[in-house]
Nanobody
Framework: QGQLVESGGGLVQPGGSLRLSCAAT????????MNWIRQAPGKGLQWVAD????????QYASFVEGRFTISRDNARSMLFLQMNNLKLEDTAMYYC?????????RGRGTQVTVSP
């Protein structure tokens, strides 16, 4: 089944940056399309970005386009999300998930809080 473990979240001021990481174990990471998704307080899961198996095709939700960058390192079975120019509305629990635009399976998440 495998495991996904997110890290890198924290408290940041508006306009700041964070880099999230997702460590994948227990499955052939390079064979899977991967996603970042998020859940803001009181709201449902929301797709943020996805990347294909070799990292050549990436897509972003309109609300993060130009600010976030998804990438992967298949040799290390790692997924990343570079987040720049963070906004208050980016506050959420961020998860990585496995598969094409899927919410499951996903890790336990890492909290990102954007606050003045």
């Amino acid at each position: 089944q495998g495991q996904l473990v997110e890290s890198g979240g924290g408290l940041v001021q508006p306009g700041g940056s964070l880099r999230l990481s997702c460590a994948a174990t227990g499955f052939r990471f390079k064979d899977y399309h991967m996603n970042w998704i998020r859940q803001a307080p009181g709201k449902g899961l929301q797709w943020v970005a996805d990347i294909d198996q070799d990292g050549s095709i990436v897509q972003y939700a309109s609300f993060v386009e130009g600010r976030f960058t998804i990438s992967r390192d298949n040799a290390r079975s790692m997924l990343f999300l570079q987040m720049n120019n963070l906004k208050l509305e980016d506050t959420a629990m961020y998860y990585c998930s496995r598969g094409l635009r899927t919410f499951d399976p996903r890790g336990r998440g890492t909290q990102v809080t954007v606050s003045p």
